[in-house]
């Protein structure tokens, strides 16, 4: 029981945010648009899965990774 809070916790701790308007600059190109889209929604999948790993940090942060790299291919972006 106090893993599931632990994990909520950190996710909720991981969502806050403390950004100024002066770290944000206007996006130049529509494929730069699209990618900061796709990193975006990919993140999101991706702590999603990691939470859902429970106990197991380290096989949570594998399946993390594995989510976030599928979730690129689907929006078609693939690491160089």
Do not use: H
Not at 53 to 58: F, K, L, Q, V, Y
């Amino acid at each position: 029981m106090r893993t599931i809070f632990l994990c909520v916790g950190l996710v909720l701790v991981g969502c806050s945010n403390n950004t100024t308007s002066s770290e944000w600059r206007p996006i130049q190109s529509a494929e730069e648009a699209r990618f900061e889209k796709a990193k975006a929604i990919c993140n999101g999948r991706a702590s999603e899965t990691g939470a859902m790993a429970g106990r197991a940090w380290i096989a949570g942060a594998i399946y993390a990774d594995s989510a976030f790299k599928g979730c690129m291919a689907e929006q078609g972006f693939i690491r160089n």
